[in-house]
């Protein structure tokens, strides 16, 4: 007895309950008709199949002209190229078409289990009472309804049918609990590590592209409530788009036990949408599956990919985390598009048209919470790295409080805001915010890493490093892109900071390699790093200081100055306030020895926010203003604000202890 239907020609394997054509283990691009088509001539190999017959069996409510069967024959021999100098399909004029390659059907024995199953309608899911073990029940001897056994034979049949249909339904659902109790008995303390790779795109089509990533983000999103996954967020898997994927090479990449592939094939308004979930250590594929729907259906596949993988790793989740589990909210097909196109963009750091994007989806649908918080990341990746100024800050924030004020708590707007109100001088109102996500998510790799960067700002060093490595623990890539662990720069741990470095060309971590080895004093490879981040990404900030100070290693001090003086005035201009980056600024003042202009741009970044006063007390670069009047001064500030920062986080970990408990 056949499980599935799978056939084999060629190179080729046809999955026909999977709907899945592979060549080589990799997918065959086929629209949903040509894959109709391929299996009745797969199925009816070598025989000719008329053009009217085959018209009935694909259109069978619908009349449709020849040609689209036409187009689709010519789809399918696209596809499939040709054997031995001939096409797989043969046309026979006037008439059909024939299969002519050799077709195994591959026959995979079914395992024992009871005559009787039942399907629910539309379903291709059977409950059997396969399998059940532990002694039957025994019917008491009084009840002689039961207990008799008809002597006619059709009695007996029917007799018969009713006993297994009544044993299925008693004893089905027991089984069925006692495997997830099993299950769940076998479930490791830790959380288990979960990667949602992009969707790879099995068509050449460019305008459809931005679905892979943002559908991947869209999933991600959806399970970072779930405290038993750690899910990877989209700047560690962002990689992977349009990449082959090597399943043992990629889970060893990121550190998971768990991948979620998975393909799309966009056919005018349809869409097919096919995915696994494989658990990588063990080589062994938890689910799989595919569904069609129209693209204006966008917002189903979150639910629907986020469901299966929590059926798929028998997660056991509370009320909360079941509550956040459910459906979105209804949102306009065009604005969830934008939406969609707007995360892609953010991922390829197109920043001003990312915006445009999420704005417009704000427009045509005001109610749809996470265009809000996504808005306002851009705001803020766009003032903070490319000089947006202050207007983009004060957007970013009106951004996240309208996701805020539809979506309380929820997980991403609380993290990007925290991120602004450090980057923009609160970081006393960022930790609480920070702790409320970690008390409803304690594995949350970013929000841990965003609670370093704030005790950072705050000078809290050591606790800074607890949590950011607490971040790299559960996501190794967390940040890896576009933040650097700087604590232990500021504690002098040089060795261990260029350590945690990523392999990475980007600009920043270019600028900070070669931050760290000024730092040590490698001279030449400060030099070379400052240049390269520089020739990669001229607008950033921190490639600027490094510029400056690459002019000062050079011996050209007045070129170094002409550079800062440039940058210092377009953060006035613009309103830029991100205070840690303009103490970068104060720093290299003071080594080419403009210490009126240090002082200057050290006082706008403690004012702004950023009062790291065990730091600035041991930063060899300050060395040459500590004998000046105006840098005590600026130093009692820092340390007033350092001290009161102590006192509040103390007493808020506390209030978030408490209603954690």
């Known amino acids: 007895m056949k499980v599935s239907s799978l056939y084999e020609f060629g190179p080729f394997r046809l999955h026909v309950t999977d709907h899945l054509l592979s060549r080589g283990g990799q997918p065959v691009a086929l629209t949903p008709k040509a894959f109709d088509v391929l299996v009745f001539l797969v199925e009816n190999s070598g025989r000719l199949v008329r053009k009217g017959e085959l018209m009935k069996r694909i259109w069978p409510d619908s009349f449709v002209e020849e040609a689209n069967l036409t187009v689709n024959i010519s789809a399918l021999r696209k596809a499939l190229g040709s054997r031995q100098g001939q096409d797989y399909i043969e046309t026979v004029p006037r008439l059909g078409y024939r299969f002519n390659a050799r077709v195994e059907e591959i026959e995979q024995p079914a395992p024992a289990r009871a005559a009787v199953e039942i399907a629910p309608p539309e379903s291709d899911t059977r409950l059997t009472a ?250 803020t990746a766009n003032a903070s790295f490319k000089f947006g100024g202050s207007e983009q800050y004060h957007k970013a924030r009106s951004a996240y409080e309208k996701a805020l004020s539809l979506q309380p708590r929820q997980i991403e707007a609380s993290i990007y805001m925290a991120n602004l109100l450090t980057d923009t001088g609160r970081v006393e109102q960022a930790v609480p915010l920070l702790r409320e996500v970690l008390a409803t998510n304690p594995n949350h790799a970013e929000a841990h890493w965003e609670l370093g960067y704030s005790y950072r700002f705050g000078g809290l060093l050591k606790e800074s490093v607890a949590e950011c490595e607490r971040a790299r623990q559960l996501d190794p890539g967390v940040k890896l892109n576009s933040s650097a662990l700087n604590s232990y720069l500021y504690l002098g741990q040089y060795d261990k900071f260029l350590a945690s470095l990523p392999q990475s060309d980007a600009a920043l971590i270019l600028f900070y390699r070669g931050f760290g080895e000024y730092h040590r004093h490698n001279w030449e490879q400060a030099v070379e790093n400052f240049d390269r981040a520089f020739a990669a990404d001229a607008s950033l900030l921190q490639a600027q200081v490094g510029r400056a100070l690459s002019h000062a290693l050079k011996n050209r001090k007045s070129e170094g100055l002409a550079v800062l003086r440039d940058t210092e005035s377009m953060i006035e201009q613009r309103g830029v306030v991100e205070p840690e980056a303009a103490y970068k600024v104060a720093q290299a003042y003071a080594v080419l020895g403009d210490q009126a202009s240090a002082l200057r741009v050290l006082r706008r970044s403690i004012e702004n926010g950023f009062f790291s006063y065990p730091y600035f007390m041991v930063d060899p670069l300050l060395n040459g203003l500590r004998d000046t009047t105006e840098f005590a001064r600026l130093m009692s500030a820092a340390r007033q604000r350092h001290k009161a920062f102590l006192m509040l986080v103390a007493k808020n970990g506390e209030g978030t202890e408490a209603r954690a408990r």
């Open 130 to 379: 396969a399998h059940i073990q532990g002694p039957q029940p025994v019917m008491a001897a009084e009840d002689h309804t039961l207990s008799q056994t008809p002597r006619d034979p059709e009695q007996r049949k029917v007799f018969a049918l009713a006993a297994a249909l009544l044993g299925i339904v008693v004893l089905a659902p027991a089984a069925w609990m006692y495997r997830r109790q099993a299950a769940a008995k076998k479930l490791p303390s830790a959380p288990r590590s979960l990667a949602i790779l992009p969707f790879q795109n099995l068509r050449q089509d460019p305008d459809s592209d931005f679905l892979g990533l943002s559908l991947a983000d869209a999933v991600i999103t959806k399970l970072g409530y779930v405290s038993a996954l750690n899910v990877r967020p989209s700047s560690s898997i962002e990689k992977y788009r349009g990449e082959f994927i090597d399943t043992k090479r990629v889970a060893r990449d990121l550190n998971v036990d768990t991948l979620l592939a998975g393909s799309f094939l966009r056919d005018g308004d349809d869409l097919r949408i096919t995915a696994q979930l494989v658990d990588a250590r063990a080589e062994k594929i938890l689910w799989k599956g595919s569904f069609d729907l129209k693209f204006e259906k966008l917002l189903t596949v979150q639910d629907r990919v986020a469901r299966e993988i929590i059926d798929g790793l028998e997660v056991t989740l509370s009320p909360s985390e079941a509550q956040h589990l459910k459906p979105d909210v209804s949102v306009n097909p065009l604005a969830y598009e934008y939406y969609l196109r707007g995360i892609d963009l953010y991922s390829r750091n197109d920043f001003p048209l990312a915006i445009k994007m999420l704005e417009k989806s704000g427009e045509i649908d005001p109610n749809y919470a996470p265009t809000w918080s996504h808005l306002g990341r851009s705001f």
